[in-house]
Structure formats: C-alpha cells, structure tokens
C-alpha cells in the first residue's frame, strides 16, 4: 500500500497520500460507495475538521477490514495495519469471555485499490521501518492487539448513516494557519435554534458588544525577494513603510498582512538591508477581504495588547494585575486580581467576553517548604517531601522559567559538581550559579530538585536532567494537598468570591479603563472597533418549576430548587426493604453505631423504607485487615447491604473496601465517618441522607419529575482523567433504563494508553441496549446522549466521527432498528456568566438567576445548536450556567423540549434533594467514574451494575 | 553614538569570531563585571547609555542598592522591541525587591542633555564608544563628566591588541565599528579626559585569552573613572526640568512595603505553622489537638519578638490562644468542615450546603399542571 510516498519518510509524506485518497466525511459516504469507486469526494473543509476529517477517514477505512486495533502507536497495531489493505479473508476471532459482537468485518472488494490513511509521524516512520525489515509479517492477519475488548465475527453487513450533522463547513483547500481561518467563514449560516416556552426573563451576560466601523479588514501575503528568514527583519522591513504606503495600522506576522485599508491588488516596496546595504524588494498582494466581525484572532491579538498597556502581566491564559494583590500571609499566598478576556463572533455578532478572574499564587520558595516539613516530622521528611514537592511547578527567578519537579535527589548538594556542558569539566553548582547568574547560594546542605526535561524540551544540548536549587525555585499553584484543606480555601474564597454586582462593576471599570486609556482606546479605533458601555441586555426565558413526584404527594420545586425537606417526609417511590445488612464497627465506635441504627429504624419508616435490625459486627483494633477480614466472613448471598463506620478518614482503607465490596464480592457499601454520626443534634438528619442514599445503592426510586416521552433511553457519560499517573482513563457510562429516568445502568471503561475511547462506549451503548430491552421488552426509540467533559477543540470530533461510530451500534439488533439519536455536550467549566436584571427601588441591579434560567440566542456559538442554563442555585457567589452543544440531534424535539429535559434531568440527581449544575445521567457518570478511577481501578462488579452503587 | 547612525539588532558576539571560547558568554561577563562595580560603589542611580537590547537591566536589578535606572539609546525601535525586558517579572512582584527601583528606558544621544539623568550617580557606557562618530567621540565626555558628573563611570570597548586571537580575522569585530583601539590608546584617551574632569581612571579587562596569550590582555578592557571631588566640579546649570529625551518606557518595579507590625508578622507565622502542624489532623475525630509550644517556637522563623519559649508564650496568650494546664503545648481547635452533610462516602457534593431552607412559596404558580407529551 505504501507506494514509495513514506520515502520521505514523515507526516508529510503521510499527509500527502491521505491527500490523494478520497475524504470521507461523517454521514455523507453510502454504504462505502466511495471506498468502492474509489473516486475522490472532494469535502475539504477548515485546517482543524480537515485534520479530524483525515483522521476519521483513517479510522473508517481500517474499521471494517480489522478488528479493533488498540493502540495507535504500538508496533503490533502497526503490523496490523500494514497488512490490513491486502484483500485477504479476516480468520474468524474466537469470542473471548461474555462480550458481543463489537465489529463488522467487511473486506474492500478484491481488486480495489486499498484505501490509504494518514498516520501520524512515529506511525508512518514504523510502518516504513516493518516494511523494509519484515514484509512477510505485514502480509499476516492482523494480530490481536493486547488491550482488545471481546469480539466476535458477525457477517458483513450494509453500513449505513445517519443524517448528516446540521452544519458542516463548506469546502475549502487544506492551506495553513491563519490564511485559511477566514476562507471559511464565507457563507456559513448563523445557527438559530431558540425556544419559546417560558416566562421572559431581563437579563445580562458577562458579553459587551463590540461594534465594527470598518466596511472590511484586508489580508495580504507578504513576499521578500531575496528571501528574508528572520521575522524580525521582515517585521522592520515592512514597518519602514508604515509612513508612504502601509499606514501607521498593521498587523503582521512575518508572512501574513492585515491591514484596515486597501491597497491595490500588487504593491511592490522597496527596502534596504542595513546590515550589506543589499535591496530587499517587497512584495504586497491582496488576498482577501474579510467582513470585519470573522477576524476574530486579529482581535484578540489586539486585546493582548490592551492588556499590555493596561499593565496587566499574563499569567497562564489570562491577564493578571500585579500590583493590588491581596495577601493572605498566614497561608504564605497572594491573590490576583484579574480578567478574562475572548473576543468572538457569536450568533448575536461579535461579543467580547469579560470576566473577573483570580490567580492565588505562592510565596513561598521549595526550600522554605523543606525546611517546615523536616521541622514536624524530622524522621519521615523524606516522604513527606516527595508528596509535597515531587509533581509541582517551580519558578526559578534568575531566569523566569518554570520547571516540573520530578525527583529531589538527596545525596546531592550545592556543593556536588557536575560536568559543564561548555569546557566539559567539573563544576559545582555553588560555581555554576555564581558565574552565570550571579546568584550566591547560601545554604549548603540543601537536596537538588531533579526535572528531566521531556524529548521536545531538551533543545539543543539534549540535557537529560537539570539539577534546580530549592532555595531558588519558588512553588506556583495549589497542590491538592492545599485544596483539601479548607480552611485556606475559606481564606482564599473570601478574595476570590464576587456577587454579580460585584462583578459587572468590575466589569464596567474595566471597560472604562480601556476607553478612557488613549494607548488602549487607540487599538481599537485603528481597527474601527469600539466597545459598548455596558454589559450585553438579554431577554431570556425562566422555566416553569417541576413538580417533585413522591409515591404518594406531589411537590413543587420550589423557588431555589431545593426540597430537601420533603424528600426525606415524603414516602419514597420505590423503598427496597433492608433485611439482610451488617454494619462493622470498632469497639470505639459502638455508642455511635448502635446509636446509628436506632435512628436508621426510626427515620427510615417515613420515608416508606422498612428496615430490619442489622448484623452488628464489632472489631477490636482498626487496622484495615481487621475490616476486611471481618466483612469476608461475615459475608454470604442474601446480605443486601454493608455499612461500615471508619474511626478516621483514610483512603487506602477506604479504598480497601470499595474493592472488596465492588469487585471481590459484589455488594452495596456504604462508609460512614464516625464524626459525621458524633453530634447527637444532627444525628437525625445525616441518618436521614445515609437512609437514602442506602436506598439508592440497593436500586430504590427516591423521586421522579414528569418525563413526557415513553420509550427513550438518557445516557451520561463522563471521563476520569489519572493525572498524576497520567495515561490510564476512565470513562463512566449510565443509561436510563424506566420512563421516568429513575433507574440506571452503568457500565464503566478503562482505556489504556492510545486507546480510543469511543470503542469502549461503543460496547457500553450496545450493552445498555440490550439490557433497556431486557427491563422493558423493547427497544429505545429515542437515545440521549449526554457528555461531559469534552473541549471546545473535539466538538467536530464528536459531531461527526463519535455520532457515527455510535449509530453503528444499532446494526446489532437488527436492519429495521434506527433509533433517533442525540449528541448534547455538557460543558460546566466555561467563563460565561448570566445575570437577572432585576428591579427594586427604583434602581436595577443584578443578581443570580434563579434555577430554570435558559439563554438561547446572541451569546450562544454562531455555529452550533447550543444553549446556556441555569439549573443550580447558589447562596453565595455567582452562579455559573451550564453551557449544552447539541452537535446531533435526530430526536425531533423543538430546541424548548430539548432544554426541558436538560432541565429535568438535573431534578434527578439522588445524592442532593435539590437541582445539581448538570444533567443527573452526567453526574451518576462523574461519580462512578470517579470511584473506579481514583478508588477501586479495575470495572466494578456487572452484579452491581443495575443500582446507584457508586453514590 | 551620532545622531542617524542605526545599528545592528542583533548583540555583538564575540563567540562567533572564531577565537576563543568565553563561558559565561563575554557580554554576560561583561555585564557581571559592570554590576559588580556598581555593587561595590553601592550605586542608587544609574544611566546607561547604548543600553539597546536592553539585556544589561537584568544584572543592574539585581545590584540591591539601585533605584534607579535609565536606559538610553539613539535606536527608537530597539528600544521599543526590548522594552519587555525592563517590566517586572511576575517574581519580582512574588518576591520583592527591598527598595524601590524605577526604569526609564529613554530616547536620545548621549551629547544632548536631559534633566532626568542629570544626577545619575553612575554613567555606564558598554562597548560603545567604538561605535560613535568622531564628532560625537569628541563632544560626549562633556555632557558625561561635566553636566552629569557622576560619581564613577564604566566604559568598555574591544581590546585591538586580542583580534590577532581570532581565526581568518581582518578588519574589525563589527561592521559598525568605528574603531577599535589598543590598551595604550584607550588608556590615553580616558587618562586625557579623567585629567580634564576630575577623574582617576583604573583599568582592567573582561574575557582571558587562552594560557600565553596573556600579553595581549583580555578581550574587553574597561575603564572605571572615580569622581576626585565629593560633588561635581562643574554642575549643570540648567535649573528647568530639561525633556530632550523620549520616553519609550517607564516601569516602577515592586519592593517590599511593610504593612504589618512585628507582632501581626509574628501572629501570621504563628497561624500559618499550626496551620501546618496540624494539617494532617484535619479528619480526627477529635476536636482539638495539642501542639508543644517548644515544638511550635522551633518553627517561627522571626524569633527577635520572642526569644525564648516563656515570652513565646506569654504572646501567644495576649494573641488569644488557649494553652494546655501543664503550660506546655498550646490547643488548638479543629474547625469543623462547612458542610454538615458529608456522609463520608466521599459525597462532598459540589454545593455547598447549610441548612435546608424549605420555606414554601405560597405564591408558587403552578403552571404545568398538564404534562405535555413529546414522543
């Protein structure tokens, strides 16, 4: 298949082909018509979708003649691959385990030119290798890749598609960088989907409008002859014509123009090279004419500068101003303040978004951090040194860089020498510092902190450690130990917290500062740009409450979206009897247990859960053996529940039973920490939220909302991310399996290194069905999906390759079945922020919308169905809205219906009686992905999998 | 430096001549060398002139006694491309300087006169005077050692008598060069004009040539002009605030200012070890932890306040702090978690509660009392 094009042997080559074979975009190919005719279906769209594009036209061509591969890096994968064009008949896999078919084998007809895919450039450099070394291994079957889920064969099959997402970008040739950007902006329509229903709410934004006066902004490419490299000259070159030809207005970046007035087509100028007094002839050709909203990335460039002459200094992404910090000294920290900034081109036209940012920083340098741990634990600094340092990023002064601390090396000192990498002889760090950065060190006896730069970092001596002085490396960023500690996050948050008030004033004295500064205002008028006043005015729609439906009474919501009170009076839907449970305590802890299971018999009735007296199960010390010696033995089938009350919080006990309870033997759990049951005044209420939560875990129904369609399925999916061991993820997955969302499946998937995530929820969404239709002997018509935790970057990925691999799913139960499927994605960490307009005394003022909130239109992306809600409410702060993306929707609802139920679905997270920030199904997802990353690491019991066990 | 003259961006180095190898690279050392001398003067304000790239402010910085600095050069657009380098870095606000320091960088030459270095007292002029015309040669040390008339004075500029040092070497080390001269040439020029101001000049070099080539001296010499007199011979008579120079840049540096008293530093110390003391107890089930004074005195660094454990104790009393019966440790209460509703399976969910507010709304309009369908 690699016809000499890798004898260049990189991406390029790679690219190149991928070029000349037909593009396959999501929901437009047939049935494999085009691998067929092989006639190119030319679909270019901007850099970034091309880029996906080539990727799934990788990933489609290798699906059907192979079974999954699963990483895209190993060697194996690759000797897979190469093999994989060859026409060739797929031996038949054996079934491993009880997994179902995942695959459709399906073989290019003989004869056909084998498709060719792009690969990245460590791929393409492999498979040039195999070729050359070991051809006949590339003419073997595929090998079954190591982390390859159970398959079997199922016969070729018809592929078909679905609809094609609703917008996709018009064709434009794959060009680079910012060329290209507004090629595509051309005639793309501006997305509109907004709902009716509702009470109209007054409302603002964090969003100023930001007005264009300028017909256009003109871009042109920029040519040297002779050929200049440095940007610099070509920068100075340019600019000496600022005064006859270009104009005192440019903005460029070596090779690309932007200029707010037109020239004509060609202008040729003339310059001199100072340095040999050679003639550089400069080349000026119009390339386009861009609507001034689209240049988006002109602006933002501008807005940087802005911020520049504003004396604000970037910290990260965002724009901080050093110079009214607020000290917290009794944490050794300072806060920030600051803003964030984002000019876009939304449905609404161009808006730039501004809000209040906070940046809590260190002052505090490593050495004094081991100084304090050696004095309080003086035997076991080292560990404790490791924890605090090891992982964390340090700022060195002498030269403003930051580094990764990856080891601290104790036998090493100031005084140690190391080899100078300029005369090759030894040199000690204290002689190192004082040459080079004129730094004195002065404590002799300090460890060193190791980084080990990454391959891209090493430049060009290639270092493959770089010692750092403690005493000169200052910590950056809150470690988790510090976030877990609430009384400096209580500090923290007096600083960091703000009203809507407080914000928008903030807001307004920004603005202020940008128009009355001449510097900062003139950027803007250059461009012919000016800012509003104030923040954007919005009318927005405030959903009706929901009726919170009990077994017996129904509720309201109420205003604040919070019935805590009612769910636990009100008699639950389903209480699941507890007859059989344990609950294991230490001698210690046995007033408090017994205590505990009183007020569990006495509160449970209410709430229409029967409950029986537990096995009490008493140990003698706390060791963690002692629990779970104690919990084996004490187990057999019909115990339905084991509560365990810890005498202190500690993770690796409690993540000792989570194992034990969620794999080992499959059985609820719930741990309790005696202090939460020690205050007798409060004992009722928290028995109250253990009893419902128990209820949960053993697949009870607590409370319901309407749910107006009859056959859906609602499935949440969200992502754990290992970060500190970095590669291994865990994606949760929940679905729906009642009408009224009340009960849930779950299945979790682990993804090893270069896996991709999208199989493993292939395999999940198949299961899901299959027991949807065990539950409800039929299958779901209507399938939701609702993700969380994707980027603003993999929104296309989502759109088009993710929707489709999911609808493949659907051919396992047959031809005839299509359900609708929706894609929304969820995002919660987003800088948008909604206020009410509200009226009181004669005055307006802003305040948190209440739960039910939804912005539809003008701050919503001018290219996708989305929409803003608020569904929590908040006591102190400013309350964020959730943003929801709907990249595919082939349910049929009216975007009002589709809001709904995001509405709705927050109503149903059984760990809170009130509205949570996202979708229930997100939540469970976040949860149970949670618990397997971080606690248990291995899938959860299938047993369990029908109940909330992960509450 | 004659007005109209542009220079090359980029810094002159040594290193690509072909000779010998400097580590730290020459201009580093040369940098280091200038700054020391203006530490050993201790030195409040400086102007530097030629100071192009600007790179020469980042060892001034870090000369503890300087307040001020300008940097002035004929080359508006270097200036202006440089400038990033005279703003405070994000640790100089984290870690402040003790004194104050402002940065001027300036516009203008070095013959014309400006009252905002006016009493500068150091001049530092680095590998520039080979690039000055001679007219300019000539009329510099006038408005230099006359008008300004600091209390020393740096110069340096390329040895000649090292160019035999480099390989295939011919002409000079830069095309902008106007001149390089020998030791005994610069050393008759600065003695001609130290005698004429009131200066005494001494010598030395930067950047050892190779063992034997130690008669040739080092590749930059450097002249260090020491004012005779405790005030200027001749002031400057202008009394106006004299702006011949154009501000490319001003930026004030952060030092440290000191709001808070002894005690309040001392009682920030004291919250934060406990703080840290006790970090590990933060889930015990008890309420309050003992923490031995000795223990906590061991870890306050400003330890002038209190000396020894008996008057570390009599502070911590007056601070409000509860001390055990024996007098040995002080109690410190363990603040419960805001949230009452951890149930400990690690549900701490994301809101933050209190107590539940039920208040029902007896204006609840109940407008969904039909549920639509929507299959």
């Known amino acids: 298949m690699a016809s000499g094009g890798y004898g260049r042997g990189g991406r390029g080559a790679a690219l190149l082909q991928a070029l000349n074979t037909p593009v396959r975009k999501p929901g437009q190919e047939d049935n494999g018509v085009q691998v067929t005719n092989g006639k190119p279906v030319s679909t270019p769209v901007g850099r970034g979708a091309y880029l996906a594009n080539l990727l799934q036209a990788s990933k489609q061509t290798e699906a059907p003649s192979q079974p999954k591969v699963g990483g895209y890096g190993d060697a194996e994968a690759a000797i897979a691959m190469m093999g994989r064009g060859m026409p060739q008949p797929q031996p038949p896999i054996p079934s491993t385990g009880r997994g179902v078919l995942q695959q459709q084998p399906q073989q290019p007809p003989p004869g056909q030119p084998p498709p060719a895919r792009a690969m990245g450039r460590g791929m393409a450099a492999l498979a040039f290798l195999k070729e050359g070394t070991s051809q006949p291994s590339a003419e073997q079957p595929p090998a079954p890749s190591p982390h390859r889920p159970h398959h079997t064969p199922s016969p070729p099959q018809e592929r078909m598609t679905p609809s094609p997402p609703e917008r996709r970008t018009p064709p434009t040739p794959p060009s680079g960088g910012m060329a290209t950007m507004s090629l595509e902006e051309k005639d793309r329509r501006v997305v509109h989907m907004s709902g009716t229903q509702g009470k109209p709410m007054p409302l603002s934004a964090n969003y100023i409008r930001v007005i264009c006066r300028n017909d256009a902004v003109y871009q042109y490419a920029v040519s040297f002859n002779p050929e200049i490299d440095s940007r610099n000259l070509r920068y100075k070159l340019v600019a000496e014509h600022k005064d006859d030809i270009i104009g005192q207005t440019m903005a460029f970046d070596g090779a690309i123009l932007y200029l707010p007035k037109r020239l004509d087509l060609e202008t040729v100028m003339r310059s001199t090279r100072i340095t040999d007094g050679a003639e550089i002839t400069i080349r000026v050709k119009l390339v386009k004419v861009l609507p001034p909203q689209s240049c988006v990335q002109l602006y933002n460039v501008i807005f940087r500068r802005i911020m520049n002459i504003l004396s604000m200094v970037p910290v990260g992404r965002h724009n901080y101003d050093p110079r009214h910090p607020a000290q917290i000294p009794q944490h050794r920290l300072e806060v920030w303040p600051g803003y964030i900034t984002a000019i876009n081109e939304h449905e609404g036209g161009l808006l730039l978004l501004a809000d209040v940012s906070h940046r809590v920083l260190r002052t505090e340098t490593v050495l004094d951090v081991i100084g304090r741990i050696i004095q309080a634990n003086r035997r076991g600094f080292q560990e404790d040194c490791i924890k605090a340092i090891v992982g964390v990023t340090v700022l060195t002064r002498y030269n403003n860089k930051t580094y990764r601390v990856d080891d601290i ?41 190791i980084h080990r730069p990454k391959k891209r970092e090493q430049g060009a001596n290639r270092l493959e450690v770089i010692c750092l002085i403690p005493e000169f490396s200052y910590m950056t960023g809150l470690t988790d130990e510090i976030r877990s500690d609430f009384r400096v996050m209580k500090d923290i948050a007096s600083h960091t917290r703000v009203t809507p008030e407080q914000r928008v004033n903030s807001m307004r004295k920004f603005i202020d500062n940008v128009n009355t500064t001449d510097r900062a205002r003139q950027q803007l008028e250059q461009w012919g740009l000016e800012l ?150 409060k004992l009722r209420s928290v028995t109250q939220k253990i009893t419902l939560q128990i209820n949960c875990k053993l697949g009870g129904e607590l409370w319901a909302v309407e749910m107006p369609m009859k056959t859906a399925m609602i499935v949440g999916i969200d992502v754990y991310h290992d970060s500190p061991r ?47 239709h065990s539950v409800n002997h039929g299958l779901p018509d209507r399938i939701f999906v609702f993700r969380d935790g994707v980027g603003d970057g993999q929104l296309p990925t989502v759109a088009g390759y993710e929707v489709e691999q999911l609808s493949d799913c659907f051919y396992h139960f047959g031809e005839a079945y299509q359900p609708r499927l929706s894609v929304i994605i969820v995002q919660k960490r987003i800088n948008t922020r909604i206020f009410a307009r509200v009226q009181s005394q004669g005055r307006t003022f802003l305040d948190n919308p209440p739960p039910g909130t939804v912005m539809d239109h003008t701050i919503t992306r001018r290219d996708w169905y989305d929409f803003f809600l608020v569904s929590q409410h908040v006591r102190q702060g400013t309350v964020s809205p959730t943003h929801y993306v709907v990249v595919h929707d082939g349910s049929g609802l009216k975007p009002d219906q589709m809001q709904r139920l995001a509405y709705k679905l927050t109503h149903m997270y059984y760990n809170w009686p009130g509205t949570v920030r996202v979708p229930a199904p997100c939540q469970y997802a976040h949860k149970l992905a949670y618990l397997v990353g971080q606690n248990i690491r291995k899938d959860a019991a299938i047993e369990l999998s029908d109940r909330l066990f992960y509450l | 430096m004659a007005e109209g003259v542009k220079r090359e961006i980029t810094l002159e180095n040594e290193g690509t001549l072909g000779g010998p190898k400097f580590d730290p690279p020459l201009y580093k050392q040369r940098y280091k060398k200038v700054a020391d001398v203006l530490k050993g003067y201790a030195v409040k304000t400086v102007v530097d002139y030629g100071c192009a790239e600007c790179k020469v402010l980042n060892y001034f910085k870090n000369v503890p006694s300087i307040e001020y600095i300008a940097g002035v050069d004929i080359n508006r657009s270097v200036l202006e491309s440089s400038r990033f380098l005279a703003k405070p870095l994000i640790t100089d606000y984290l870690h402040r300087r003790a004194r104050p320091l402002d940065i001027h960088l300036l516009c203008g030459s070095v013959t014309e006169f400006d009252s905002r270095v006016a009493r500068v007292d150091a001049v530092t002029m680095i590998e520039i005077i080979e690039h000055l015309e001679e007219p300019t040669l000539q009329d510099f040390p006038v408005s230099v050692f006359q008008r300004i008339g600091p209390k020393i004075a740096v110069i340096t500029t390329p040895n000649s008598e090292f160019n035999v040092l480099f390989h295939d070497f011919s002409g000079k080390r830069h095309w902008d060069h106007k001149f390089e001269w020998s030791r005994a040439e610069f050393q008759e020029w600065c003695n001609r004009v130290g005698e004429q101001y009131g200066y005494t000049v001494s010598y030395s070099g930067v950047g050892e040539g190779p063992k034997g080539s130690e008669h040739l001296g080092c590749c930059s010499q450097m002249a260090v002009f020491e004012r005779q007199s405790e005030t200027p011979v001749v002031n400057f008579t202008e009394t106006e605030e004299v702006h011949r120079y154009a501000l490319v840049g001003e930026y004030t540096h952060p030092h440290k200012e000191n709001n808070y008293t002894r005690e309040e530093q001392l009682l920030f110390e004291v919250q934060y070890a406990l703080g840290f003391l006790t970090k590990g107890n933060l889930s015990d089930p008890e309420d309050t932890i003992d923490i031995p004074l000795a223990k906590l005195h061991r870890f306050i660094k400003l330890k002038d306040t209190c000396q020894d454990v008996e008057s570390f104790r009599a502070f911590l009393i007056q601070a409000g702090y509860v001390i055990s019966n024996d007098g040995l440790s002080v109690i410190v209460e363990m603040p419960t978690s805001d949230s009452d509703d951890d149930l400990s399976d690690n549900t701490q969910e994301e809101e933050p509660s209190s107590t539940v507010v039920a208040k029902k709304d007896a204006g609840t309009v109940w407008s969904m009392t039909c549920e639509e369908c929507w299959d």
């Open chain 1, 409 to 449: 090396a104790w036998d090493k000192n100031p005084r140690s020498t190391f080899t100078a990498t300029s005369t090759g002889e030894p040199m000690t760090f204290v002689e190192y510092y004082k040459k080079n950065h004129n730094k004195q060190i002065e404590d002799f006896e300090q460890p060193l902190l």
């Open chain 1, 532 to 681: 509003q006043k104030d923040t954007i005015e919005l009318q927005g729609r405030l959903f009706p409450q929901e009726k919170i439906l009990y077994k017996e009474r129904s509720e309201p919501s109420g205003n604040q979206a919070d019935w805590g009170r009612s769910a636990t009076q009100e008699k639950c839907i389903l209480g699941v009897e507890l007859k059989v449970w344990m609950v294991v305590f230490t001698h210690r802890d046995q007033k408090r247990a017994s205590d505990y299971i009183d007020q569990t018999r006495r509160v449970a009735g209410p709430m229409g859960i029967n409950v029986q007296d537990p096995q009490r199960v008493q140990l003698n010390d706390d060791r963690t053996d002692t629990f779970l010696t104690a919990i084996r033995a004490n187990m057999n089938p019909r115990v339905q529940m084991v509560v365990v009350i810890f005498p202190t919080s500690r993770d690796d006990r409690y993540n000792a039973i989570k194992k034990l309870c969620c794999v080992e033997c499959p059985v609820p759990s719930q741990v309790i920490i005696s202090k939460t049951i020690g205050n007798p005044s």
């Open chain 1, 726 to 772: 970095g590669s291994r993820s865990v994606a949760g997955f929940v679905a729906s399996m009642s009408k009224s969302a009340t009960r849930w499946y779950s299945r979790t998937c682990i993804q090893g290194p270069g896996e991709e995530l999208i199989s493993g929820l292939k395999m999940c969404l198949i299961e899901a069905i299959k027991k949807y």
